[in-house]
């Protein structure tokens, strides 16, 4: 007859190395906002002063022109709400704000002309 091992009735327990885990650095698309870059366009001169003149007119039209949409549009709003509520001091004051805003835009276009 074959001999029987004995087999303790309390197991022993495998030896588990301890590994500190690597940290793995992955590239995972940050929540950090990217620098805008500023337009580096160049306009030409007469380009340059018919967007003066038409945002000195109807701010927003001009800015709209040279294709600078998202601040065309709130020009042109900010002076059409201004216009609709004329008779009240919230009114001018928005008016004024779309008015100043696209002569801003407009010298900033004339600096850049060529």
């Known amino acids: 007859m074959a001999a029987k091992k004995r087999v303790s009735k309390t197991r022993a327990k495998p030896q588990v190395k301890k590994v500190k885990a ?3 650095k992955k590239k995972v698309a940050s929540s950090k906002p990217k620098k805008v870059q500023r337009s580096t366009r160049k306009y030409p001169t007469g380009l ?3 967007v003066f003149i038409l945002n000195l007119f109807i701010p927003g039209l001009g800015s709209l022109m040279i294709r600078k949409t998202r601040v065309g549009f709130g020009q ?8 609709l509520l004329l008779g009240q001091v ?3 004051a ?5 008015w100043i805003w696209a002569l801003v835009t407009s010298i900033q276009v ?3 002309a060529v």
């Open 110 to 112: 004339l600096k850049k």
């Open 90 to 92: 919230i009114g001018i």
């Open 76 to 83: 042109l709003a900010l002076f059409i709400i201004g216009i």
């Open 48 to 50: 340059a002063v018919l």
């Open 22 to 24: 690597k940290t793995v």
């Open 94 to 98: 928005l008016w004024a704000c779309g």
